[in-house]
């Protein structure tokens, strides 16, 4: 495997030509024309080891667990040094300050990730991180310093504090940490050639959803990307504001109210998405509002532009919808079951493993053959992927528009350690990457019946029994050297 990994070191700018969107085996053609929009004629560039020189902004309101509500503004400057300013909120639409952080420090991106692939690696060195509090939030944000750091007088608003200086780390009472830095990719995405359409999103390393790890996280999956300040220009409103925002004048987003969630039709993923843990995947999904029932449709791939199949499953069940979010404002809670699912495997090295563990509780019907499905209901699932039927999620979900005026449905992000959320204790506090409704055209909301659940995604993969499954992806996957 060595000898691999420096052949992907020695790949330094890697095109991508996207012809054609993954495969989905889709019964909706609103859907199936959504991810070929998606695809279609878009060039990806990635660079391994990435240029991150620029101005990097948020381009949402965007929720860490916790929850935290958060913009970001970060420049990366050609001498490796940065200035990474991050902006806190009261509320799920950041139009109301709390405190804000100007972190200072370098950073190297130094090569391809190993357990990410298509992701670069770095290592950074913080030499500053200064908090300024806006108004009522300052007895707030003292209590939590205080528990700390020895904090000699009382915050005020508007002054500014440093809270990382040699031999004091004040930063522990805000759960502060910026190992996000230590996963990067950068894609620049052509479209046509139009300029007017370039885009550059930064995608950096993701937060734990357990606070307490937060500090000692090896990111595994990434956050929402940032936008290039430069290239987002007139498209985005939102990355305007945010990027002249500074220390003291934190970007105001405007107030809204919150968007009822319906989760009625289809949606499909906006992005080829990463997963935690090496998996690369595409979700639809249809919920039948009157009959309180879903369908999923996952289809898992080796690479970060999801054109190598590995296998896709299918699963269907129940839901019910619960009460307003206590915990994350603007959030409601859903329950989800599980109970039908058929996989198919969609390459050799995943037919081979299913083939291990045939007969060990993963389809009735002996051998798996490539591209054949099998229903795995009737053996409670599929141990081999480590998923048990009927299962049980508890769900979050939120929706919001993107810049072109498409509907967005958020979920719960899956609990970093691998687990799946079967107490409502662990049920998710911030969303994965949103799925946009599939439209007959592109902007135009559907009309009819609106009004969606949604459901949690990805069933019930559970990472530690899913180890051997990984290593033999993993395999398969050096094995196809472009990204
Ligand atoms: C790095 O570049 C930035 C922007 O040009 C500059 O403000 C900063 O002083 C430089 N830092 C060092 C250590 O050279
Ligand atoms: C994983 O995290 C959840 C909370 O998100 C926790 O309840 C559970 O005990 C953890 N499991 C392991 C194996 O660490």
Not at 14 to 28: E, F, T
Not at 125 to 149: D, F, I, K, M, N
Not at 280 to 301: A, K, N
Request: with cysteine; net charge neutral.
């Amino acid at each position: 495997m060595l000898s691999l990994y420096s052949l992907l070191f020695s790949v330094s700018v890697c095109v991508l030509m996207v012809s054609a969107g993954p495969v989905l085996l889709d019964k909706s053609p609103a859907c199936h024309s959504t991810l070929k929009q998606l695809h279609a004629g878009q060039q990806v560039t990635v660079h391994i080891p990435p240029d991150i020189s620029g101005h990097w902004v948020s381009n949402s309101c965007e929720v860490r667990p916790g929850p935290e509500f958060i913009t970001r503004s970060y420049h990366f400057y050609p001498n490796h040094t940065f200035q990474a300013l991050q902006f806190y909120y009261l509320d799920n639409h950041c139009s109301q300050p709390s405190y804000s952080l100007l972190i200072q420090g370098s950073v190297r991106p130094q090569q391809a990730s190993w357990v990410v692939r298509g992701g670069t690696v770095s290592e950074y060195q913080l030499s500053s991180v200064q908090l300024l509090c806006h108004g009522p939030a300052t007895a707030h944000v003292q209590r939590r310093l205080e528990s700390s750091c020895d904090l000699r007088q009382p915050l005020r608003p508007g002054l500014t504090y440093e809270l990382w200086a040699e031999g004091r780390d004040c930063t522990r009472g805000l759960d502060f940490s910026m190992q996000e830095l230590q996963l990067m990719r950068l894609e620049r995405r052509d479209h046509h050639g139009d300029p007017s359409r370039q885009a550059e999103e930064l995608f950096l390393g993701d937060v734990h959803t357990e606070r307490a790890q937060r500090r000692l996280h090896q990111p595994s999956g990434y956050q929402t990307p940032l936008q290039s300040a430069k290239t987002a220009g007139r498209r985005c409103g939102i990355c305007q504001i945010v990027a002249s925002a500074d220390l003291h004048h934190p970007p105001v987003l405007p107030p809204q109210s919150d968007r009822p969630v319906r989760l009625h039709g289809n949606w499909v993923s906006a992005r080829c998405e990463a997963r935690p843990g090496v998996l690369f995947l595409t979700r639809r999904l249809t919920f039948h509002e009157d009959s309180r029932t879903w369908e999923g449709q996952y289809e898992h791939f080796s690479d970060p532009v999801c054109r190598h199949p590995t296998f896709s499953i299918s699963a269907s069940g129940r839901y019910t919808r619960g009460a307003p979010s206590a915990a994350v404002m603007g959030a409601v809670e859903f329950t989800f079951t599980v109970t039908h699912m058929t996989v198919t495997p969609k390459d050799v090295a995943t037919t081979s493993l299913l083939n291990v563990f045939r007969g060990r509780e993963c389809g009735a019907e002996g051998s798996w053959k490539l591209g054949i499905p099998q229903d795995v209901t009737s053996t409670s699932g599929c141990a081999a992927l480590g998923i048990r039927l009927p299962h049980t999620e508890y769900e979050l979900f939120s929706m919001g528009q993107d810049s072109s005026g498409r509907s967005l449905l958020y979920n719960g992000q899956r609990p970093t350690n691998g687990s799946s959320p079967d107490r409502p204790d662990r049920r998710a506090t911030s969303y994965q990457s949103p799925l946009i409704r599939c439209s007959s055209q592109q902007g135009e909301p559907r009309v009819g019946r609106e009004g969606d659940q949604h459901f949690r995604l990805s069933a019930a993969c559970d990472m530690k029994t899913l180890d051997g499954f990984i290593v033999l992806v993993m395999m398969h996957m050096f094995m196809q050297l472009d990204f």
